[in-house]
């Protein structure tokens, strides 16, 4: 049997535009002499389409666009996914399903099981859990029928070797080998965190080598709002071990028979964990723009590494032209600040102005001296500074159409180091969930690819600050960020408490300042632009912290 993985890139609720990819998808798949093609979980809503489940007249609609797509499956089968009405009394009136498209209709149907309720995901808000496991006889070019079980997605996160907290009770995998499969196919829409392709194929490959069958797993790419979808769809047999694997971060569609050994140029590999992340956010950061429908991006750059990498980001998710770099010197900006930002944006090939803040800030300080009077400078007079640029910056997106990208680090974001209504103005926070340890690594990792660096060494090598005093560093008031960000992952990422943290060796009184400053500033990341997601555990839709708290680590 000769199966397509179809890795696709839908954006959520455009039926239209969607079912014109499936469509497309299912023509080249017959050209190639495919017997059965196979689509990502909910590929004709995009994932995850959200409250957009909770409007009748989109599912509706979608309900139409699927007739649609049924009627082009002749001389193939499709698996699509797609919401599925339930005609029960529930409130929760949908499934997550599987519709089987063969011979111009949709001959049967199949339920995703296992609902997950964690990170970023909330599907019980939206969909009944299926209730029934069929297996579903599909047959090749030669008539020889196989018989196939389908799984979504979360059915198939059961593993008691690799996930030793039992999330379910029941291991849909199994019992559709126990049925009979022959073959198991999962239909995906799995969220990238850096580090997790690895834990996922081990899944698949103890699926097949446990029930002794070939194991399809199809993939979503691309990027929706705060999440990257990675792809990396792969076929895994359990004698051959992996028989193809499609591209990561592309739309891609391969043609797979899962019985044969495999050859090497079907099993691509998977990027490492510098370069995965990078891509990652190459990719979001593209998708996000494109299909919010801006014609381009402006961001401020500072001569620091944050900016620079951003701006690096930006140049290969959207070519130059689309970037736009603005550097808002004040009476406290080093010269070498600007001489940075100037050399990045000439080795980038991106537009670069000068605004300077001088006159604005100057005219601030007069306006508030009065009712400063008798106050020390402190935090509010710096963040004057900051507040401008924010303005400026939204400013130029307003004029223009840009989107505003923010350059704030998930170090930064976690503390609270960054100006409400100034540097955290913005529309996407690119780097808002890589820690400053990991920007500098990309930082390196970009300036190592190339025949010349493309962002300046200064940038990398200086001591960072947000030059609103005079010779302002980082450091003044956070530890160093090797050990601010072990805190962190130990206290966000790992859910420790104080303690745990302590006794893994870290300094007591730094540990709980670090705590502190996390849950203090909640307020702030509330009000942060949509973020990109590559850590196990974001500022965002996946972390729920209550803002109005008192619990003392």
Aim: glycine share 8%; with cysteine.
């Amino acid at each position: 049997m000769r199966i397509a993985l179809a890795q696709l890139n839908p954006i959520v609720g455009d039926l239209d535009g969607n079912t014109r990819r499936i469509l497309a998808a299912i023509e080249e798949s017959r050209g190639h002499g495919a017997d059965l093609v196979v689509f990502p979980e909910l590929v004709l809503l995009g994932y995850p389409p959200k409250d957009l489940l909770l409007k009748p007249h989109f599912i509706r609609r979608s309900q139409d666009a699927l007739r649609q797509i049924a009627s082009a499956a002749r001389g193939v089968t499709a698996l699509v996914g797609f919401a599925e009405p339930n005609p029960g009394p529930t409130g929760r009136s949908l499934f997550n399903a599987v519709a089987v498209c063969r011979d111009g209709r949709v001959v049967a149907t199949h339920q995703k099981t296992l609902l997950p309720t964690y990170d970023v995901f909330d599907e019980s808000r939206y969909f009944e859990p299926g209730a029934r496991r069929a297996i579903e006889t599909i047959s090749d070019a030669d008539g020889r029928a196989v018989r196939v079980g389908i799984s979504i997605c979360e059915d198939m996160w059961v593993d008691p070797a690799l996930l030793p907290r039992s999330l379910y009770a029941t291991d849909p995998a199994a019992e559709l080998a126990q049925a009979g499969a022959e073959l198991i196919i999962n239909v995906s829409a799995s969220p990238f965190v850096a580090g997790k392709d690895a834990l996922r194929h081990e899944l698949i490959r103890h699926h097949a080598t446990r029930h002794g069958v070939p194991i399809v797993y199809v993939n979503q790419v691309g990027g929706n709002d705060d999440l990257v979808f990675d792809g990396a769809s792969e076929v895994v047999h359990p004698a051959h071990g992996v028989v193809a694997r499609a591209r990561a971060f592309e739309e891609d569609l391969r043609v797979v028979d899962p019985w044969t050994a495999p050859r090497g140029d079907d099993v691509l590999a998977y990027p490492d964990t510098l370069s995965s992340i990078y891509q990652a956010l190459v990719l979001g950061t593209r998708d996000y723009v494109r299909k919010c429908g801006f014609s381009g991006v402006v961001l401020g750059l500072s001569g620091g590494i944050d900016s620079a990498l951003t701006a690096v980001i930006a140049v290969d998710a959207l070519g130059p032209g689309a970037v736009h770099g603005v550097a808002m010197p004040s009476r406290f900006s080093s010269d070498h600040s600007l001489a940075d930002g100037r050399q990045l944006a000439k080795n980038l090939g991106i537009d670069f102005r000068i605004i300077s803040i001088d006159s604005v800030h100057a005219q601030m300080e007069a306006g508030l001296r009065e009712t400063f009077a008798g106050r020390e400078p402190d935090i509010a007079e710096e963040n004057i500074q900051a507040r401008i640029r924010g303005n400026i910056l939204m400013a130029l997106s307003n004029k223009f159409g840009w989107l505003l990208l923010t350059t704030g680090n998930k170090s930064e974001l976690a503390v609270g180091y960054c100006t409400l209504y100034g540097d955290m103005c913005g529309g996407l926070a690119v780097i808002s969930d890589v820690p400053k340890t990991t920007v500098y690594e990309l930082a390196r990792w970009v300036n190592a690819r190339g025949e010349t660096p493309r962002i300046p060494e200064r940038s990398i090598e200086k001591p960072p600050s947000a030059e609103l005093r005079p010779n302002q560093t980082d450091q003044d008031t956070l530890p160093p960020y090797p050990i601010l960000d072990a805190i962190l992952k130990c206290y966000i990422e790992d859910l420790q408490s104080a303690d745990e943290i302590v006794s893994a060796g870290f300094d007591p009184a730094t540990v709980r300042d670090v705590i502190r400053k996390v849950d203090l500033n909640e307020y702030k990341r509330k009000q942060a632009a949509v973020g990109l997601k590559v850590t196990s555990r974001a500022f965002g839709s996946g972390r729920r912290m209550p803002i109005a708290a008192r619990y003392v680590q």
